[in-house]
């Protein structure tokens, strides 16, 4: 069966710090990927998603970018954190656009 | 673009039915899910129905879906305090890449 796991669960970073979000998936090839976030109002934003190595697509304009190194390995990174980067980030994958599956998420406060 | 619109609180009692309410403006969308989020947890996907369809029914969960008045519902039978949670609608494409549009989730709190 597939299983989604991210990394770390919770953090805490000052403005200005670096970030990175690991998000991996097992138990199966090729997926589709995503990257939300979900701010202190409830709504989910689409960030990136990618339907392959190296294929990245943007959804919003901001200071996050998101890698794809292997077939089940995305990445969220941040040079330089913003007060407005907290939320809860969640990871999710799909086969074939029907369904989408989520990770546990990261919580992460800027500070 | 595409509008999800869903009311934000929902309150029932433990054995009656819940039903939660979504809905839309773009009548270009294929499929259309129900997603519970518990508090502090990722997204579990409930179910969801096809465009082409009107009803799903699985267990205690009902979807209808209005395409006419572009209306998504999801009713829950028989409440549990277990099921209290937000709940949210999400819209999908075909050649979207898989990009779901959410709702902002309503809040079903179940009392006993």
């Known amino acids: 069966s597939q299983t989604i796991h991210q990394w770390p669960a919770t953090l805490v970073q000052p403005v200005g710090s670096p970030l990175s979000l690991e998000c991996t998936v097992e138990?199966?090839?090729?997926?589709?990927l995503y990257w939300y976030r979900q701010a202190a109002g409830r709504g989910l934003q689409l960030l990136f998603y990618s339907v392959g190595i190296g294929q990245i697509s943007s959804e919003v304009p901001q200071n996050l970018s998101a890698s794809r190194p292997q077939d089940r390995q995305f990445i969220l990174s941040s040079k330089k954190l913003l007060l407005s980067d907290s939320g809860f980030y969640l990871c999710a994958w799909s086969l074939d656009s029907y369904e989408q599956y989520f990770g546990p998420g990261t919580r992460l406060t800027v500070t | 673009g595409e509008d999800v619109e869903q009311s934000l609180f929902l309150s029932v009692r433990e054995g009656d039915s819940s039903v939660i309410n979504c809905t839309y403006t773009d009548s270009s969308s294929t499929y259309l899910y129900w997603y519970k989020q518990e508090p502090g947890a990722g997204l579990q996907l409930l179910t969801y129905?096809?465009?082409?369809?009107d009803m799903k029914q699985d267990q205690r969960l009902t979807v209808l879906l209005n395409k006419k008045d572009k209306h998504l519902s999801l009713r829950i039978a028989d409440t549990q305090t277990g099921d209290s949670a937000i709940y949210f609608c999400?819209?999908?494409?075909?050649?979207?890449?898989?990009?779901?549009?959410f709702g902002q989730g309503t809040e079903l709190s179940v009392k006993p």
């Open positions: 129905i096809f465009s082409n369809m």
């Open positions: 999400a819209l999908g494409e075909d050649n979207q890449g898989g990009k779901l549009i």
């Open positions: 138990g199966t090839s090729n997926p589709n």
